[in-house]
């Protein structure tokens, strides 16, 4: 039986404090065990009875109760995640100082697993000198600090400083847990590092890599994501679609914004919250999509291509709704071919160190189906996974095989989609690292 995570999820006093108890919610009914650590402050907005009832454990609030188990430095110890949130601009002074005049600080100083900080706080406190300078101390010491959301905050003030929402500080637990190898296990995943193989590939294996800490490597960086799955009108109210919900997307969207890189998000037709730190440009049809994309891929340094993006698109649409005619049968519907998106980046070596990524959804022939079509695309990598019957798409776990162009490939088992992402972006900073000096410029690889 799989050990569930440890989480610590502390408390700090401020408005936004109502909100962790969806993360909460969110927290353990996905299989982790959390202990809420609320400072004496936040006990003014949420009760420690609530805390109680919704993690299914005491309260820890002080220093003092339960000596005997030295929960100063235990809490620390045995977390495999310790996520704040909110964390005030007081909470993350103290943090970013070494102080430890409560059981929370206490906490964060023995800590020896991710940390997680989400911010919350009016913009003018945000945007102060000593803000910034406590925020980049943490961020050079590992500590991921989520970027605050804009938006109404206390009384009828607005800007930045809002507590993202609770879904996507979800999200970046689930990264960072995945990222440490401390992720709950999910169907079918056993937590150890077994590959499964398919027989008939060529090219080696190789297993999970790490390229240099990740923390901050793509810090300077551009890229490009797109995400979901473009939709195709036959009239003004039908269309031709697909199942992709865009969430292995927004992982890659998530997972390069938190390595420092600036992102730009295409996201056809989801439901998902934009997420933070991301500039996310919502389009509905693979005409959209490629211009969206073509245009900010201008000056990237990567480009990558999660979106299902529609082969084929009606030749006619109609203008009103196509009616059902009793005794009728409905006009065929004629398709005509959608630009290949994919194609067009990769065969553009204007910049020959940008890196194209490609994803192929298939049903059958995973492997060798992934091959063909990397080299008819001509991109750099290739993320190929099975679809259908609850794998892939609107899951929160995937597993794929990485082609890589020049030749080794990577079996990724099946895990959380953040997990996969990073792996994506280790094999683009790979692409970025020196190895890049031997990169070939006539595309293709």
């Not at 601009?89 to 800590?111: E, F, K, S, V, W």
């Not at 509905?284 to 340094?301: K, S």
């Not at 959804?361 to 259908?388: H, S």
Request: hydrophobic share 40%; net charge neutral.
């Amino acid at each position: 039986m799989t050990r569930r995570p440890e989480v610590v999820l502390g408390v700090s006093g401020g408005i936004a404090a109502y909100k962790a108890c969806e993360l909460l919610r969110r927290l353990t009914e996905s299989g982790h065990a959390v202990t809420v650590v609320p400072t004496a402050s936040a006990l003014r907005f949420v009760g420690a009875p609530t805390w109680a009832a919704l993690s299914g454990r005491p309260v820890a609030d002080e220093v003092w109760a339960d000596v005997h188990e030295v929960p100063h430095v235990r809490l620390g110890q045995r977390a495999d995640l310790v996520v704040v949130a909110p964390a005030t601009a007081d909470l993350m002074a103290r943090a970013a100082h070494g102080l430890a005049d409560d059981l929370l600080t206490n906490t964060l100083l023995t800590a020896r697993c991710p940390v997680v900080l989400a911010p919350a706080m009016h913009t003018e406190m945000w945007e102060h000198p000593a803000t910034r300078e406590n925020v980049a101390t943490l961020r050079r010491r590992g500590v991921t600090v989520v970027e605050p959301a804009v938006g109404r905050l206390t009384g009828a003030d607005t800007g930045r400083g809002r507590l993202p929402e609770p879904a996507e500080l979800f999200e970046e637990c689930r990264a960072a847990l995945a990222r440490s190898g401390k992720g709950a296990a999910g169907p079918g995943e056993s937590g150890g590092p077994a590959v499964p193989g398919e027989p008939g590939g060529s090219g080696r294996s190789v297993g999970a890599r790490e390229v240099g800490p990740r923390g901050t490597d793509l810090a300077g960086r551009r890229v490009v994501v797109s995400a979901g799955g473009t939709r195709e009108p036959l009239d003004p109210v039908r269309f031709l679609g697909n199942r992709s919900s865009g969430k292995q997307g927004y992982a890659l969207a998530r997972a390069a914004a938190a390595r420092g890189a600036r992102v730009v998000l295409v996201a056809a037709n989801t439901s998902l919250p934009d997420p933070e730190g991301v500039e996310t440009i919502a389009v509905e049809t693979t005409a959209e999509l490629r211009e969206a994309v073509l245009g900010a891929a201008d000056g990237a340094d990567a480009v990558v291509m999660a979106a299902a993006v529609a082969d084929f698109r009606p030749a006619h649409r109609a203008a009103g709704k196509i009616k059902k005619r009793e005794g009728e049968d409905p006009e065929p519907i004629r398709l005509v071919r959608n630009p290949d998106v994919l194609a067009e980046l990769a065969a553009d070596r204007s910049d020959p160190l940008r890196v194209v990524v490609g994803f192929a959804a298939e049903t059958e022939d995973v492997l060798a189906n992934g091959e063909a079509k990397l080299a008819r695309k001509g991109c750099d990598l290739l993320v190929v996974n099975r679809v259908g019957e609850g794998v892939a798409f609107g899951t929160e776990d995937n597993e794929a095989i990485l082609l890589d162009a020049r030749g080794p490939r990577e079996e990724i088992p099946r895990g959380p989609k953040e997990e996969l992402a990073h792996r994506v972006w280790d094999a683009v900073a790979r692409r970025w690292s020196g190895e890049r000096d031997v990169r070939p410029s006539s595309g293709g690889g």
